[in-house]
């Protein structure tokens, strides 16, 4: 996928490929997004292949958010402290953060439930 990380064909569609691209002309904002969505897609298409019905229809709605809510839950979950996810996301207010605590203390609940239970 990184590899692909270039939208020259869309921006210069006669580029022959010998010629050289100005590398300071950089990619759309759009591309790495619309790469991203494309691989998630390519998933999703692999998990129906093999059955998966579930798990492709996640994978269809996944997006950069969702990899951005995936890193920062996981990132608290491992300690990271609550103002440093803060300041890594760029949220101006910790409360916003604070969802990613939420999930975390959610599956927490659930483990301790589970061990009571037993």
Not at 38 to 57: I, N, P, S, T, V
Not at 102 to 116: D, G, L, Y
Request: aromatic share 6%; glycine share 10%; with cysteine.
């Amino acid at each position: 996928m990184l590899g692909k990380a270039s939208d020259a064909a869309g921006r210069a569609p006669g580029l022959n490929i010998g010629k050289l691209i100005d590398a300071r002309q950089g990619i759309a904002a759009t591309t790495r997004y619309d790469q991203i969505k494309r691989f998630y897609e390519d998933c999703a298409g692999d998990l129906r292949g093999q059955g998966d019905a579930k798990g492709a229809e996640r994978f269809s709605h996944a997006s950069t958010h969702w990899m951005r809510h995936a890193h920062a839950s996981h990132a608290i979950a491992s300690g990271m402290p609550i103002d440093t996810a803060q300041q890594n996301l760029g949220h101006a207010s910790l409360a916003t953060t604070t969802a990613y605590v939420t999930t975390e203390k959610r599956r927490q609940m659930r483990a301790v439930e589970s061990f009571w239970r037993k």
